[in-house]
T-cell receptor, first 115, second 113 residues
Framework: EAGVAQSPRYKIIEKRQSVAFWCNPI?????LYWYQQILGQGPKLLIQ????????DSQLPKDRFSAERLKGVDSTLKIQPAKLEDSAVYLC?????????????FGSGTRLTVV | GDSVTQMEGPVTLSEEAFLTINCTYT??????LFWYVQYPGEGLQLLLK?????DKGSNKGFEATYRKETTSFHLEKGSVQVSDSAVYFC????????????FGTGTLLAVQP
């Protein structure tokens, strides 16, 4: 099966600019996650969708970050305006459901550098 | 809250050496435990998992046993190869409604020929 697709792979922007990342999960996967991985740290959950509804966005900095999952398939994560500390790899993952014990399938990520 | 602590790296080994990467966790419930691996330039891949105490997860020669009494899930491999060079992440899922994964900081493994 095709994996989780993310684009772009790399992005460099100046602080205060806006940026958007796109994710296409594995076909049929109802649950979609966005994680932020800062260099030297483990990934941290930003937001989780079940179909097109938000399940958990408690760690999402809502003053600058937004995400949507239209029609329960593709998802877009946006940052506006970006700060230097947003430099990180943004990982998208999907799973069949949110049942405990199921691993996720991760995409290759988008590496964001804010200068 | 729940958390995962991993041994810091980098860990540098010669080919065919024995590998142990320590991982301990703190959780209020009965979490599922995972090891993920991240090869250079690639995304995270599930390496192995265990969903209850005393379960042993295994894959590609790697093993980890869920030890509730010591709250540990150490990763081991009897003979590492150069191709095992990667960053290894220990993670837990608390099994709540979100099935959120909480990761450790990762351990870089470098295997030299």
């Amino acid at each position: 099966e095709a994996g989780v697709a993310q684009s772009p792979r790399y992005k460099i922007i100046e602080k205060r600019q806006s940026v958007a990342f796109w994710c296409n999960p594995i076909s049929g996967h109802a649950t979609l996650y966005w994680y932020q991985q800062i260099l030297g740290q483990g990934p941290k959950l930003l937001i989780q969708f079940q179909n097109n509804g938000v399940v958990d966005d408690s760690q999402l900095p809502k003053d600058r970050f937004s995400a949507e999952r239209l029609k329960g398939v593709d998802s877009t994560l946006k940052i506006q305006p970006a700060k230097l500390e947003d430099s990180a790899v943004y990982l998208c993952a999907s799973s069949l459901s949110s049942i405990a014990g199921r691993g996720y399938t991760f995409g290759s990520g988008t590496r964001l550098t804010v200068v | 809250g729940d958390s995962v602590t991993q041994m810091e790296g980098p860990v540098t080994l010669s080919e065919e050496a024995f590998l142990t990467i320590n991982c301990t966790y703190t959780a209020t419930g009965y979490p599922s435990l995972f090891w993920y691996v991240q090869y250079p330039g690639e995304g995270l891949q599930l390496l192995l998992k265990a969903t209850k105490a005393d379960d042993k997860g295994s894959n590609k020669g790697f093993e980890a046993t869920y030890r509730k009494e010591t709250t540990s899930f150490h990763l081991e491999k009897g003979s590492v190869q150069v191709s095992d060079s990667a960053v290894y992440f220990c993670a837990l899922s608390d099994g709540g409604a979100t099935n959120k994964l909480i990761f450790g900081t990762g351990t870089l493994l470098a295997v030299q020929p």
